[in-house]
């Protein structure tokens, strides 16, 4: 039976329009509880950027892997962090120097954000939108900062995005980077991501590995879909989640995700498996999944 659910936010578990949970997915989160099984979202997002996408309500959040996977959360205490390497974050605003449009955002516990790597004029030459969140800009990354979540912005197309990541993973080897969507670049220490910090939480917990169900639906998640065995797609999801995912259900407009949860939460009253992890469910829903035409290209912002 499934006894860890993690899930990303955006797009998977909340459709982007919505903004928040809907209400029968607060419900169902709460039948996951009441059922026994350890839920919480496994996001990009750090912890202060987590509540309203839940109501506010810590129960569904109090259990949370976060600034992917740099911060792990149980029972609303921190029980493991990792802090980005200053040598590593100092590359990145190097090279953002030598692209106008690139930008280094660290944030703060309290979500405020520093950008780094371009200078007040350069930001507003391309109206990058975080630009009005900073707290400060500098060419060089801050040395006292230090620093759990960061990502990087780019103003250009996203064939140019993944060049430039392509340029940053060959100068900064002890950094990973990911792209959850057009315009970002997610940021991690190397060789830690959502799929790591998902079955570290499992150990800490005592619980098997498959007995964890993932998830996702953006190039941020991909770690996550491969290395849980149970993970799940929305139909909505990257090509390559789609692929890569044991498991495919609806997608995110149609609250897919909440049906599920509550599948769950059946099955583990009874000790079993949910039914939508059966061969012949699947096969329905992987071709659906293939078959998605989205509004705007799978993952992208509108």
């Avoid at 496994?42 to 506010?56: E, L």
């Avoid at 797609?233 to 990257?238: D, E, H, I, R």
Wanted: net charge negative; glycine share 8%.
């Amino acid at each position: 039976m499934i006894k860890l659910v993690v899930t990303d936010i955006d797009d998977t578990l909340v459709a982007r329009k919505r903004r928040v949970i809907t209400h029968r997915g607060l419900a169902a989160i709460h039948a996951l509880l009441d059922a026994g099984v350890v839920c919480g979202p496994a996001t990009g997002r750090d912890v202060a950027r987590v509540a309203y996408s839940y109501r506010f309500d810590p129960a569904c959040y109090s259990t949370a892997i976060v600034a992917n996977g740099m911060r792990i959360y149980h029972d609303g205490q921190k029980v493991l962090e990792k802090v980005l390497p200053q040598e590593g974050l100092q590359k990145i605003a190097e090279l953002c120097c030598t692209e106008a449009r690139a930008d280094l955002l660290l944030f703060s516990d309290e979500g405020l954000i520093w950008a780094c790597g371009s200078d007040i004029d350069t930001m507003v030459v391309h109206d990058l939108k975080h630009l009005v969140n900073c707290e400060g800009v500098s060419v060089d990354a801050p040395g006292d900062r230090v620093t759990v979540k960061a990502n990087l912005h780019f103003d250009g197309s996203i064939e140019e995005l993944l060049a430039f990541k392509d340029e940053l993973v060959r100068c900064c080897p002890e950094i990973d980077f990911t792209c959850p969507c057009a315009g970002i670049i997610d940021i991690t220490t190397h060789g830690w991501d959502k799929g790591e910090a998902a079955l570290w939480l499992a150990d800490y917990l005592g619980i098997g590995h498959d007995e964890i169900c993932a998830f996702g639906d953006a190039g941020n998640d991909e770690a996550l879909i491969q290395k849980i065995p149970n993970s799940v797609a929305v139909a909505n999801a990257f090509d390559e989640i789609v692929d890569e995912a044991r498991w495919h259900i609806g997608t995110t407009m149609d609250d897919a995700v909440s049906e599920a949860f509550e599948d769950i939460a059946a099955a583990a009253s009874t000790g079993t498996m949910p039914r939508f992890m059966s061969e012949d469910v699947d096969a329905r829903y992987r071709e659906a999944a293939r078959s998605y035409t989205a509004p705007v290209p799978k993952g992208m912002d509108s």
